[in-house]
């Protein structure tokens, strides 16, 4: 069963327009989120995360919001460019190691 | 900017046929990673390391994949023999340290497996 959850698998935005990807998690006791950028035949680069004891975090275009109590966070990209056309993966600290746990990732695709 | 180096980047094979990537991590990064990536899926822990040892490779199908860390510093994941279903994208990460910690993971670009 996958304890992270991204429902859409694509999603298309008009240039200058904001994009809204989504994300939910089964488990309360995690506290610590990613959000991870892939480019075709490249691996993931981290984009932005926060921590449960917060509810935003924003850097620059990129802002990460938190719902704790619907499990549920979402990454908001304003304005959108035509470049940030890319998989986005939203991952969780999960395990006591430390690894990730990923989701199935949200194609997006921003249109000039 | 120091990266996560991975080799090949490009590999295809028959099934049956062994198969080995390489992964040498950011220098000073204590904790290795090695994830599988599937087409139209998120990537998923296959072994991790700390130093040399395993810490989790509790997702490695044992039968037929092997990983080490011999020195703790790069490591090899190899298949043997390869089949069809391994077909996916080998993702190399890294990280300072480990145990929970809200450090970011470093991917390297990946090695992508074709098996016909």
């Known amino acids: 069963d996958q304890q992270v959850k991204q429902n859409s698998p694509s999603l298309s935005v008009q240039e200058g327009r904001i994009s809204i990807l989504n994300c939910d998690y089964t488990n309360s006791m995690f506290d610590y989120f990613l959000w991870y950028k892939k480019y075709p035949a490249e691996g993931p680069t981290f984009l932005i995360s926060?921590?449960?004891?917060?509810d935003k975090n924003e850097d620059g275009r990129f802002t990460v919001f938190l719902n704790k109590s619907a499990k549920h966070l979402s990454l908001h990209i304003v304005p959108s460019q035509p470049g940030d056309s890319a998989v986005y993966f939203c991952a969780t600290h999960g395990g006591s190691q430390g690894n990730l746990i990923f989701g199935k990732g949200t194609k997006l695709s921003v249109k000039p | 900017e120091a990266e996560v180096a991975q080799s090949p980047r490009y590999k295809i094979t028959e099934k049956s046929q062994a198969v080995a990537f390489w992964c040498d991590p950011i220098?000073?990064?204590?904790?290795l990673y090695w994830y599988r990536q599937i087409l139209g899926q998120g990537p998923e822990l296959l072994v991790q390391f700390q130093d040399e040892s395993v810490v989790d490779d509790s997702q490695l199908p044992k039968d037929r994949f092997s990983a080490e860390r011999l020195k703790g510093v790069d490591s090899t994941l190899k298949i043997q023999p390869a089949e069809l279903g391994d077909s996916a994208m080998y993702l190399c990460?890294?990280?300072?340290?480990?145990?929970?910690?809200?450090?970011?993971?470093?991917f390297g670009e990946g090695s992508r497996l074709t098996v016909l």
């Open positions: 990460a890294s990280s300072y340290t480990s145990g929970g910690d809200t450090g970011e993971l470093f």
């Open positions: 926060i921590s449960s004891i917060k």
């Open positions: 220098s000073g990064h204590a904790t």
